[in-house]
């Protein structure tokens, strides 16, 4: 009796020990681990209002082009000590799709670091008019598609519910001519 329960225990720590989330066998590919963020970078109109962190900051990896920016942008942070591969990014605003950042794939964010996605050469993610500009708000909920873990890939969607990459359903700069820049704002998943 004594050997069957001590061999009970051991099989039970085991387990604890294989099935702890966030342990490092599976933390490099852990769709739930990262933290996502959008936020719109505008260098045209006004004073440049680039979010914070942004190109050259410490600890972050820089997927974009261009001398000026009308874009949106993506802000993953791997809070684990390892590092996460990201296999893609999209985004769907109502009838648009963004996939621009196909060549740079896989990304690997090194442990307790980001990666920041946005526009490849200028203006191809300007996600404040998605279709036509407009001045009249769309209703169109900004998706964010992350997909991690080439040999078992797992999407997580990301609710921009505060419609910050299509500066909420209008496009200022083409309505108010006012700048369009937005600070980071963290966005939420779902499988």
Request: glycine share 14%; hydrophobic share 35%; with cysteine.
């Amino acid at each position: 009796m004594r050997k069957g329960v001590r061999s009970l225990l051991a099989g039970g720590l085991l387990a604890a020990f294989v099935l702890v989330p966030g342990s490092p066998a599976i933390a490099a590919s852990n769709v739930h681990a990262m933290k996502v963020y959008v936020s719109y970078a505008d260098g045209v109109r006004g004073g440049p209002t680039l979010p914070s962190p942004w190109e050259g900051d410490e600890g972050v990896q820089f997927v974009g082009g261009g001398t000026q920016f009308d874009a949106g942008a993506i802000r993953i942070v791997n809070p684990s000590r390892q590092p996460l591969t990201i296999d893609d990014v999209s985004v769907d605003i109502g009838s648009a799709t963004y996939d621009l950042w196909g060549s740079s794939y896989p990304i690997t964010v090194d442990g307790k670091s980001s990666v920041i996605l946005t526009q490849t050469v200028e203006f191809d993610f300007d996600t404040s008019e998605p279709g036509l500009a407009t001045c009249d708000p769309t209703g169109d909920i900004p998706l964010v598609h992350i997909m991690v873990g080439s040999r078992n890939p797992k999407t997580r969607t990301f609710t921009d519910a505060g419609q910050v990459l299509n500066t909420g359903g209008i496009d200022p700069g083409a309505c108010t001519g006012s700048n369009e820049g937005h600070g980071w704002v963290r966005v939420h998943g779902h499988d």
